[in-house]
């Protein structure tokens, strides 16, 4: 019997699946093992919690993408080369409007389609811990320190690595002749 009602477990699903989701994806770029990954990550979580009392939200969501983690390293770990994506899905952004011309709509959409390859090759030559601190930062907006919780390290080593991978990243995108900007520059 659990200590905890079925409904706190289902709310911590509805508020944290579709996010974890698109980390993974992101992060495997290829949805059925995304898919396997959430359903790992929360099978971790049902378990270890079916006996003891839940922690905050913010803890449960944490705890969540420390799994996540974990599970997406182990499967790289298991011969799949990694590869995160940090741009969003473009599909508001290349919807035809009724005044464009064709030939401009598939233009426009191999710019996106190039951005994202340049983007992804970029991310790429980053350590696996810059990536998702990158990610975690850039595309989850989460809080530095909810970051060091995730990779259990500092606030400060955190920012360093961000910070670090920034740098790293800039230097690569005037080596393809690309601009890539950060919220926080």
């Known amino acids: ?17 579709r996010d974890i989701l698109t980390y993974l994806l992101r992060s495997v770029r290829e949805e059925a093992t995304a898919r396997d990954l959430l359903q790992d990550t929360f099978l971790n979580f049902f378990r270890i919690y079916k006996e003891k009392p ?3 939200d913010t803890g449960c969501r944490m705890y969540l993408f420390r799994v996540a983690r974990n599970l997406m390293i182990n499967h790289g770990k298991s ?25 401009a709509q598939y233009f426009r959409k ?15 030559q980053l350590d696996e811990r810059s990536r998702t601190a990158v990610l975690l930062r850039f595309q989850e907006d989460m809080r530095l320190e909810d970051i060091a919780e995730v990779l259990k390290t500092s606030v400060s080593t955190v ?26 520059e």
């Open 1 to 17: 019997m659990s200590v905890n009602p079925p409904e706190r477990f289902e709310r911590i699903y509805e508020d944290n699946a």
């Open 110 to 124: 191999e710019d996106v389609k190039h951005a994202e390859e340049l983007i992804q090759k970029m991310l790429d």
């Open 79 to 103: 011969g799949y080369k990694q590869r995160v994506n940090l741009v969003a899905e473009y599909t508001d952004s290349t919807e035809p409007s009724s005044t464009e011309l064709p030939d």
């Open 159 to 184: 920012s360093r690595t961000i910070q670090k991978a920034q740098k790293r990243l800039s230097e690569l995108s005037k080596q393809e002749e690309f601009k890539i900007s950060f919220l926080e």
């Open 54 to 56: 839940l922690p905050d």
